[in-house]
């Protein structure tokens, strides 16, 4: 403890600057800081017993990569060698929880994020062995009717390259809530939008997004002036779309429970790749896989009383998964869609997408792969880990394919 000469609690200090400190010799302990600091972080066991991960036998080329390296290598520090013996496990588990984040913020992508591409598979659900399972979801009879009511530009910062998309907002006869499609690139269209509405103005038409070319100070026309109208894309491929169920939880609370902040964000990142073509996010409003954010909420503490995320629901008594997937089809054939690449790990979704006539065709399957599995950063928790397991045994996720990385 300090000393100080010339005072004493009887004598006020008449010169402070006369105070001299003296540090005892013995006094190395830390002083407690005041409650506004951040306290030192608590290390985490890695040893989840519950979670029987090794069971999933999962084959990724990456894996076999790192571990190959590893008997190759036998002189490395025991640091290294005490990672090669956690990576028995996919990077599923870990103490450090990476949240994810919404489109444009950056999420945990590698250090070369141009490098990443998945490789598509081919399906078809027409054939019994086609790729795409083995259920027949039940589709409606007749696509709902859609209509694109406003898009606009929003500057993103996608990979730090100023990238650009439209957001378009859909009302639909099913329901009254507004769902989403996030458009990147130039050839895709809305044609709901663009239809010539009775009485409206010119201006009407630019103030609800329904121009060719960028919008400009003093622009009074939804025609470009050149005549030419956007530089369209050239099609090379089928577009990639994305079908993405909102996640309030996994998207703005930085929850761990889930991936699916860090799907959205995946999708946005390869639509944005310099000659991707662009795609589609069609973004449904169907929460919590479609049982609403209070159910899901209820479906977590039913989760942490040991319960996994099926089994959570069926106690509520809720399907397993209640989402619907007409909507999104009604608006990927608005937006001129008919073969599209789909980037999903759901069999089921391959055919509820495609429609009760299949409005669309689902040509390829492009596999998400989450970035944890990859030796990137990603999500890493003991919840997500479970997650991800329940949805391949019980939900027949295709996680356990041999798909490049």
């Not at 909507?327 to 089921?348: E, F, K, S, W, Y």
Request: aromatic letters at 4%.
């Amino acid at each position: 403890m300090p000393t100080f000469d010339n005072a004493s609690p009887s004598t006020p200090l008449s010169n402070p600057a006369s105070i001299s400190y003296h540090p005892l010799e013995d006094d190395d302990t830390v002083p407690q800081l005041p409650p506004f600091y951040s306290p030192r972080p608590i290390p985490v066991s890695r040893a989840i017993s519950e979670l029987d991960l090794n069971s999933l036998h999962i084959t990724h080329p990456a894996f076999g990569q790192e571990l190959q390296s590893a008997q190759e290598n036998p002189q490395d520090s025991d640091h290294e060698s005490s990672l090669q013996s956690d990576q028995e496990l996919p990077g599923l588990v870990s103490p450090q929880i990476t949240p994810p984040s919404t489109p444009g913020t950056g999420t945990q992508t590698p250090s070369h994020p141009h490098r990443h591409v998945p490789k598509s598979v081919p399906v078809d659900s027409s054939a019994p062995n086609g790729g795409c399972g083995n259920k027949k979801p039940h589709l409606l009879p007749k696509l709902p009717d859609v209509n694109c009511v406003v898009r606009a530009r929003i500057p993103t910062t996608i990979g730090g390259s100023g990238t650009e998309m439209f957001l378009h907002l859909y009302q639909n006869s099913e329901d009254n809530k507004e769902h989403l499609a996030i458009v990147f690139g130039n050839s895709i269209r809305s044609k709901s939008l663009d239809k010539v509405r009775p009485g409206e103005t010119e201006m009407d038409r630019l103030i609800r997004g329904a121009y060719t070319g960028r919008l400009y100070p003093g622009r009074t026309s939804s025609k470009a002036a050149d005549g030419k109208g956007d530089n369209v894309d050239e099609k090379k491929e089928p577009p990639l779309v994305r079908i993405h169920s909102e996640c309030y939880t996994g998207e703005t609370v930085w929850s761990a429970r889930c991936d699916c902040g860090e799907q959205l964000d995946e999708a946005a990142r390869l639509m944005s790749l310099p000659g991707s073509g662009g795609g589609v996010i069609i973004y449904l409003r169907q929460e919590g896989r479609g049982i609403g954010l209070g159910e899901k909420l209820k479906a977590y503490n039913l989760q942490d009383l040991g319960n996994d995320t099926v089994e959570a629901n069926l106690l509520l008594r809720h399907p397993a998964d209640a989402r619907s997937y007409g909507l999104a089809t009604a608006m990927l054939v608005d937006l001129g869609m008919q073969d599209i690449r789909l980037l999903t790990n759901n069999p089921d979704k391959v055919r509820a997408v495609e429609g009760p006539n299949r409005e669309i065709v689902v040509k390829e399957r492009v596999a998400m792969i989450p970035l944890a599995w990859r030796g990137t950063k990603g999500i890493r928790s003991a919840e997500v880990g479970g997650y991800l397991k329940t949805k391949i045994e019980k939900m027949g996720h295709m996680l356990q394919m041999n798909e490049g990385s």
